[in-house]
């Protein structure tokens, strides 16, 4: 690594950073309505159109984390790192089928989190609160690898002083771009995300494009970079006696690669960030057409994948894998544009970062203080609890920065992707069905989440015994594939077992407060028509 300061590089970086902090703190004005409730400051109205919702949504899966995660996973294990690509790839047919229902029942009857919908769908308080409680502790830990990726860019631009500088010192660039985080979202709540989300992806595009013709010129062509990557893969792992890695996955492990894949495309749109951006559109037509254009960022995850190879080829060293691309950006860009590129990737931390909070602090309001412990709180008390609440999310995921081992914070989302599928029979079971059992949802629900975390932390690493992790750098893997499928599996086994039990018992059910038609009405596009600041014409609908 580069030593001393970067300083060209940071001034472009605190450019970018100065300007989406002033639009972040403008996108309170930005089309709001006059009134005081949790659709207004969590789901922006639930006003926002097809542009609006395609950054917003693409700015809230396609993190920092992702962007600097998937071409490290790369770098350190080969081509099995790329099973993030075609997880994408099936995610959006999948949503297809269930988000527009999820849209129309939501609208309805003012549903603002999963958590919501399951306790009207099903009559349960208690599975409505599994699911709440599954969230908040699945979003937390990926909050803070958002600001593992802003910590990971300022190290290589070299800021904040080395090992032997005092914490505060050290901490302090993170500190104050988490003080700004937690302001403006506080300020402008999902508003402020989805009008950044443009200049992020922006940026995004623009550094992929570059990058993807620009370094493979540097460095003699991708036949160059495919076979300095092959004979680095083809070296032995000291810690495992096995090759470091393959640039495509052996036949052994393609079940692995398969079920990761299935897995994950099965859990990410169970995140509560994720329906949090999908509730905010106008319209069920605007989350149909989403489905139809989001894969356009598939192509650039699968661009930016290749930067995994490229680190190898250009002989970057470095101790922390996650540090591997904005290094390499360090060491083959001009200066002023890699700190584009540091913008962009931290940028994308703080889109997602504020949309997670939001989520988080939503279910902690709505399924938690409003279902347990004041029912009759007002719509302004709730936003205010909601308010407060970012916040504190915020500060636990900053703390977890602090304070532990990066790898445990990379494991500790990596269990919560195996936790949040576990809520997949409940929120999207109930879409289509109520046959399922309030109670053996909430059974399937338990012996899911126990059997995922009892196996997580039975494949951890060998030098660091804690949740998910792998030789390989890809956790979550057990001997039969993705931990998070195979729990999964047991959870509708379950599920469906007690249910014919609690049928034949006669068990009670709960009261269903929603009717068929709700799955399939539409607002149209009747709603606020959410334009851009004449500041950023050209992006509005």
């Given at each position: 690594?580069?030593?001393?300061?970067?300083?060209?590089?940071?001034?472009?970086?605190?450019?970018?950073?100065?300007?989406?902090?002033?639009?972040?703190?403008?996108?309170?004005?930005?089309?709001?309505?006059?009134?005081?409730?949790?659709?207004?400051?969590?789901?922006?109205?639930?006003?926002?159109?097809?542009?609006?919702t395609?950054?917003?949504?693409?700015?809230?899966?396609?993190?920092?984390?992702?962007?600097?995660?998937?071409?490290?996973?790369?770098?350190?294990?080969?081509?099995?790192g790329?099973?993030?690509?075609?997880?994408?790839?099936?995610?959006?047919?999948?949503?297809?089928?269930?988000?527009?229902?999820?849209?129309?029942?939501s609208?309805?009857?003012?549903?603002?989190?999963?958590?919501?919908?399951?306790?009207?769908?099903?009559?349960?308080?208690?599975?409505?609160?599994?699911v709440?409680?599954?969230?908040?502790?699945?979003?937390?830990?990926?909050?803070?690898?958002?600001?593992?990726?802003?910590?990971?860019?300022?190290?290589?631009?070299?800021?904040?002083?080395?090992?032997?500088?005092?914490?505060?010192?050290?901490?302090?660039?993170?500190?104050?771009?988490?003080?700004?985080?937690?302001?403006?979202?506080?300020?402008?709540?999902?508003?402020?995300?989805?009008?950044?989300?443009?200049?992020?992806?922006?940026?995004?595009?623009?550094?992929?494009?570059?990058?993807i013709?620009?370094?493979?010129?540097?460095?003699?062509?991708?036949?160059?970079?495919?076979?300095?990557?092959?004979?680095?893969?083809?070296?032995?792992?000291?810690?495992?006696?096995?090759?470091?890695?393959?640039?495509?996955?052996?036949?052994?492990?393609?079940?692995?690669?398969?079920?990761?894949?299935?897995?994950?495309?099965?859990?990410?749109?169970?995140?509560?960030?994720?329906?949090?951006?999908?509730?905010?559109?106008?319209?069920?037509?605007?989350?149909?057409?989403?489905?139809?254009?989001l894969?356009?960022?598939?192509?650039?995850?699968?661009?930016?994948a290749?930067?995994?190879?490229?680190?190898?080829?250009?002989?970057v060293?470095?101790?922390?894998?996650?540090?591997?691309?904005?290094?390499?950006?360090?060491?083959?860009?001009?200066?002023?544009?890699?700190?584009?590129?540091?913008?962009?990737?931290?940028?994308?931390?703080?889109?997602?970062?504020?949309?997670?909070?939001?989520?988080?602090?939503?279910?902690?309001?709505?399924?938690?203080?409003?279902?347990?412990?004041?029912?009759?709180?007002?719509?302004?008390?709730?936003?205010?609890?909601?308010?407060?609440?970012?916040?504190?999310?915020?500060?636990?995921?900053?703390?977890?920065?602090?304070?532990?081992?990066?790898?445990?914070?990379?494991n500790?989302?990596?269990l919560?992707?195996?936790?949040?599928?576990?809520?997949?029979?409940?929120?999207v079971?109930?879409?289509?069905?109520?046959?399922?059992?309030?109670?053996?949802?909430?059974?399937?629900?338990?012996?899911?989440?126990?059997?995922?975390?009892?196996?997580?932390?039975?494949?951890?690493s060998?030098?660091?015994?804690?949740?998910?992790?792998?030789?390989?750098?890809?956790?979550?893997?057990?001997?039969?594939?993705y931990?998070g499928?195979?729990?999964?599996?047991?959870n509708?086994?379950?599920t469906?077992?007690?249910?014919?039990?609690?049928?034949?018992?006669?068990?009670?059910?709960?009261?269903?407060?929603?009717?068929?038609?709700?799955?399939?009405a539409?607002?149209?596009?009747?709603?606020?028509?959410?334009?851009?600041?004449?500041?950023?014409?050209?992006?509005?609908?």
């Amino acid at each position: 690594m580069n030593d001393g300061v970067n300083g060209v590089a940071l001034a472009v970086f605190i450019f970018f950073f100065v300007a989406v902090t002033v639009m972040g703190f403008l996108a309170a004005r930005w089309r709001r309505a006059e009134t005081d409730s949790l659709d207004e400051w969590g789901l922006g109205g639930r006003s926002f159109g097809t542009w609006v919702t395609w950054f917003l949504l693409g700015g809230d899966l396609y993190t920092a984390y992702t962007f600097v995660a998937v071409p490290a996973a790369i770098y350190a294990a080969g081509a099995a790192g790329f099973f993030a690509v075609p997880y994408t790839i099936l995610v959006y047919p999948l949503i297809f089928t269930f988000l527009p229902r999820l849209w129309s029942v939501s609208h309805k009857h003012g549903y603002v989190t999963t958590s919501d919908f399951v306790r009207g769908r099903f009559g349960s308080k208690g599975l409505s609160l599994a699911v709440a409680v599954t969230g908040i502790l699945a979003t937390m830990p990926y909050i803070a690898l958002q600001l593992v990726g802003i910590q990971a860019v300022l190290d290589v631009m070299g800021v904040g002083g080395g090992e032997d500088t005092n914490w505060f010192v050290k901490d302090l660039p993170l500190l104050i771009a988490f003080g700004v985080l937690a302001a403006y979202t506080y300020s402008s709540g999902l508003r402020a995300p989805a009008l950044i989300a443009f200049v992020k992806d922006t940026l995004i595009y623009i550094v992929i494009a570059v990058a993807i013709i620009y370094i493979p010129i540097k460095l003699g062509g991708f036949d160059e970079i495919f076979a300095k990557a092959g004979e680095a893969y083809s070296q032995t792992n000291p810690a495992t006696g096995a090759p470091r890695g393959a640039l495509a996955p052996g036949e052994a492990g393609q079940w692995t690669y398969a079920t990761l894949a299935l897995g994950s495309a099965l859990a990410l749109f169970m995140y509560p960030h994720s329906i949090t951006a999908t509730l905010s559109s106008r319209s069920r037509e605007v989350i149909r057409r989403n489905t139809t254009i989001l894969p356009l960022y598939s192509l650039m995850l699968g661009l930016l994948a290749l930067l995994g190879f490229m680190a190898i080829a250009a002989g970057v060293k470095v101790s922390n894998g996650q540090l591997a691309i904005p290094q390499l950006f360090e060491d083959m860009f001009p200066a002023w544009f890699a700190g584009v590129a540091f913008a962009a990737i931290g940028i994308g931390a703080l889109v997602p970062a504020a949309i997670m909070s939001i989520a988080a602090a939503n279910l902690f309001t709505r399924n938690i203080y409003k279902d347990f412990i004041r029912p009759d709180a007002t719509p302004a008390q709730e936003t205010k609890v909601s308010k407060l609440v970012s916040l504190l999310v915020k500060v636990g995921a900053l703390v977890f920065v602090l304070t532990m081992d990066k790898t445990v914070a990379i494991n500790f989302q990596l269990l919560g992707g195996i936790w949040i599928l576990q809520t997949f029979p409940a929120l999207v079971g109930g879409l289509f069905t109520r046959w399922f059992h309030r109670w053996a949802l909430l059974g399937g629900w338990a012996v899911g989440m126990l059997y995922g975390t009892v196996a997580a932390y039975g494949v951890a690493s060998p030098t660091q015994k804690h949740f998910g992790g792998s030789s390989k750098e890809i956790p979550g893997i057990g001997e039969i594939g993705y931990i998070g499928l195979t729990a999964f599996v047991l959870n509708v086994v379950v599920t469906v077992v007690l249910t014919f039990a609690l049928r034949a018992l006669k068990a009670p059910d709960g009261i269903d407060e929603t009717s068929p038609g709700d799955y399939t009405a539409d607002a149209g596009d009747k709603g606020v028509q959410v334009e851009l600041p004449s500041a950023t014409a050209g992006a509005g609908h």
